[in-house]
Structures are given as structure tokens and as C-alpha cells.
């Protein structure tokens, strides 16, 4: 497994690094001469910082919500970051990780213990190496983005070497070459990768272009495929091997215009053959276009996007399935869920076949003093977003046709059905000092059967309402009131939630999701379930410990257009984070 380290290792690691500071304070420790005061608060050479965080859950098997029973008493996933820095141009770190019995939801394949992430960099006036596990984004990630996102169990971080420069005023260039993270291996494939930036000045403000390459470099495997041919009930069987390209590059072009109030971007990318899972090993090429322009000024904001993507998933490995060995990611397009109900249906960015995405979204603040803005002010937010699929031919052996071309587009603009769509109305106003309000109407239309395989389409109609009450510098109360009318899956959702602050480290939070026609997972049957839950939080400085119990429904967790199913849980959790 990758980088496992005992549990002895690890603590005699975490010892030694935590005693640095003090045996660099030691050193440090000469005293100054005599008449001199000592700086009141002189930096060390040497800085050990880091961070501790755990989730548990103590899991309750409850048949009416549909959990699973685990043989484990506690389920945790369990991080260790620890960063040491010598004179802010020598760094050095690493990540440790336990998930022997990880989290409901997650790969099995996360089960393990070890050390997968560790780096050393070195920093000059105009240049940056960096030695092991590194992240990194090209653009806007549409060829190259790699990252960590525990709630999702992402971290495709690759392991290797990194140059950045900066040779010249206003030009960024950036080369890298390594391995990438697949759970507790590494691929057996090599990613190597250039990025170049420059930023050009001009009279009302300044145009950036950048340019990028990705390649990674596999081996072929034994992939087969049996053709059959004949007239009658006569069939001859006939076995194709597929040639699958060593070598498989991607590229990317941009250009981005910033002035006072217009921001403009122009991003395009193309990939080439790379037969894989996800396209059913068919040898079509990939591209994705990206445009983006906003306008703002005080008080009044527009945003307007455009996105078409066509058979772009690019990953460390071409068998890779699921959230694994990803190499690029795709801006998503729907809004990122705030609010319970409005996480209920979730939209995830189909990469493959492909996707025409719009969105947009205008934002303004009415005068205060007047009968629309109130005393305070009252700011409008008006956003919406549709996602097509692209009207594909049918391919010259069918859907699935490994070996060929596959599906293709018909055309550049050819658009196929609505995969998912939103429009929604945010209001928000501070009626006197102390209390706010916000209110949001939101409408969504998805393709459950396009997007997850099943369910048919669903539309739904969303009201929130949310108030704050600000009783004093230490004490606040906090309330939402949800509701979301469907006609469709399992009807109607009521959401509230309380949650008390105090003393600006306490917090004490209430929450419940019910809904009348909830199916039982055993007997056929459908009945009104309550999802209570209670937390209970502190946070200082360095540490948040938060304690809780209840039950949430099954469903996706969505970060950034990637999701992932989390079965229906019920029990104690526990959550502590350290900085030190």
C-alpha cells in the first residue's frame, strides 16, 4: 500500500516534529548585548504548523430510513497535516491519514492507514520546486485540475516534480511530471504537464493569455473485443484486440480581459483518442469551450456563461471509474446547494457524452431610505442555469460500440434534451440592527433517469425563509423555515432548523426533514419519517469539537458539480479539528 507507516512510526514522526520549534527556539535563545532590547516579537527561523481532524460516527441501525448494518462500533475517517517551514523559502510536509473503518458512503477501497501525501519545496526570487505529492490547476481546470475534497473521498494529487518561474515581468510558466493518487496506490501511468501565462497591460485594463498541455503516458492493456458475422443461424466469432495510444495529450487556449467593471473569459480545450471507461473504450476525440463575461459596479452585478462539453473526461488511468484518477474537472454550472431541501435533487456535470450548459445571474442593491430598500437597503439576487445533452448520432454499431468512433454529436450546436434546470429569487433585508431576513423561491426541473440512471424527471418548487436575530456582540439566533412541493418521487419536504450562538463559542443547533411518503426499504410500504438532528459545537482559536445525534436521508453530497450517494445514517457523530 502507499507509504503505510505503523501507528509507532507515525507518533515517533509527529514527536520529532512537533519538538523542532522548541530546539530551534533553543538556539535562538542568545542573549542580546548588553543595553539592547530584544525584539518584543522576533519570528523563528523555524515554524512547525499543522492540522488535526477527525469525523466519527457511532452508527444505529434504524429499518424505517433504510441504514446499513455494519459490523464495526465506530466509523471514522480520521487526517493529520503537518507543515514545517524554514525561513518562508524551505518547506517540507506531509499528510497521514486513518480510515480503517471509513465513513458510511465511501469507497471500500479507502479502508487503510498511512502516509499518501508528502512534500519538500524550495522557494527563490523567481522560481519554485517542489519535490513529492503537489496540487495543481491549469486555467480553469478543464485539462488539468487536481485537488481534495474529504467529503466527496477526492484527492487526485500526483507525485513527482514541479517548476514554476517567473523569468519575466507579467509571465508565469509552469512544468510538472508525475504519478497520480488512486486511493492507496499510485497509477502505474505518468502525467507530465506545461502551463504558460502572460499578462499584457493594456490602455483600459489587461488581457491575460495562457496555454496548456497534458499528456499522460499508460501502457496498453489486454482489452478485447468478439464481433460476430454470418447469415442464418451460421455466426462466426471474430476478436478484435483494441490499440490503445500510449501517449494521450490534451491542450488548452485562453484569454481573459479585466478592466474596471467587464470581466471576459474565452477558454477552449481538445483531447485526443483515449478509449476508455467512461466512453465505453470508443476512439472519438473530446473538447470542452468555455465563455464567461461579467459586469459590476456599485451595487448592480451581471453574470452570463456558456459551457459545451463533449466526451472531455480525462483521467490518470484509462479503467478508472467513479471519482477516481480524475485529471481535469468541469466549472459546474447549477448553484451549489445552501440549504437542505435545495440539495434534495442535486445536478452533477456530465463530462461524458456531453453537455451545453448556460447560466446566469444578476444581483442589485435597492436604495436604503426608499419604499422598495427600507431603511437598511435590500438586496435582489436573480439567478437561473439549463443543461442540455447533445443530440448524438446513434453511432455506426450503436450506443455502445467499443472500438469505433462511437457516438458523436451531429453538429457543433445540435442540442438534445433538458438534463437539468433552475431558476431561483434571492431577497434579503435587515429590517432594523439587530434582526435580517432572507427569503428564496427556487424552481428546478432534473432528469433523474439522465443524470443517476433512474427515478424520471422531477420538478420541484422551493420556498425558504431565514431570519437572524442579533441580541448582542456575543449572542445570536438564527431560524429557517423550508418547504418543497413535487408531485413527483416521494411528494412534499418540510425543513426548520434553530441554531443559538453564544458567547461567540457555543453553538447549539436543532434540524429536522419530514416528509409523509417516505418508502420502507423492506416491506413495499410508504410512511411519514422525521430526520431529527442535534448538534452541539465549541470553537476557539485553535480548536472546534462538535457532538451530535440524529438521522439523515440517503441521497448525493454534491462539492463542485461532483457528487457522491451517502447511504441514510442514524447515531452519534463526533467532529474535532486542530490548529496548531
Known sequence: MLGRFSMKHLLSLLAFLLALPLAAQEGNNTPPPSGETPPLSAEPALQVHGSLRTDALVPQYDERIGTDRVDNRVLSNSYLDLRLAFRRRYEAGLRAEYMKQPLPGFDPAFRGAGVPYFYATARFDRAEITLGSYYEQFGSGLVLRTYEEPSLGIDNHLRGLRLTARPFEGVRLKALAGRQRNYWETDASYIYGADGEWDLPTHRGRLTLGASWVMRREQPDALSRIDTAGFSQTFTLRRFHLVQPTNVSAFDLRAAWHTRRWQWLAEYAWKG??????????????????????????????????????????????????????????????????????????????????????????????????????????????????????????????????????????????????????????????????FRLHATLMSQTIDRTAVEGHGGRVNTLIGILEGQWQANAKTALRAEAQYLHTRQDQGDWWAGLLELSLSSRFMFTLSDQFNARVPSPTQGTTSSVHYWQAFATYTDTRHRLQLGYGSTRAGYNCAGGVCRYVPAQKGLTLSYALRF
Open 273 to 434: 483518442q483515449d478509449p476508455s471507461f467512461d466512453n465505453g473504450y470508443t476512439y472519438g476525440h473530446g473538447s470542452a469551450l468555455l465563455l464567461s463575461g461579467s459586469w459590476s459596479k456599485r451595487g448592480k452585478s451581471f453574470l452570463m456563461q456558456v459551457k459545451r462539453a463533449e466526451n472531455i473526461s480525462f483521467r490518470g488511468q484509462r479503467s478508472a471509474a467513479l471519482s477516481a484518477s480524475t485529471l481535469n474537472h468541469l466549472p459546474p454550472f447549477a448553484a451549489q446547494p445552501t440549504y437542505a431541501l435545495t440539495a434534495l435533487y442535486p445536478y452533477a456535470t456530465a463530462n461524458v457524452p456531453g453537455e451545453w450548459a448556460f447560466r446566469a445571474e444578476a444581483a442589485w442593491t435597492l436604495p436604503r431610505r426608499t419604499a422598495w430598500g427600507g431603511r437598511y437597503g435590500t438586496t435582489l439576487r436573480l439567478r437561473a442555469a439549463h443543461i442540455r445533452d447533445l443530440a448524438l448520432t446513434d453511432g455506426p454499431e450503436g450506443a455502445e460500440a467499443m472500438g469505433t468512433d462511437g457516438r458523436r454529436a451531429r453538429n457543433f450546436w445540435a442540442m438534445g434534451g433538458t438534463r437539468y434546470g433552475e431558476w431561483a429569487l434571492d431577497a434579503e433585508r435587515r429590517l432594523n440592527r439587530d
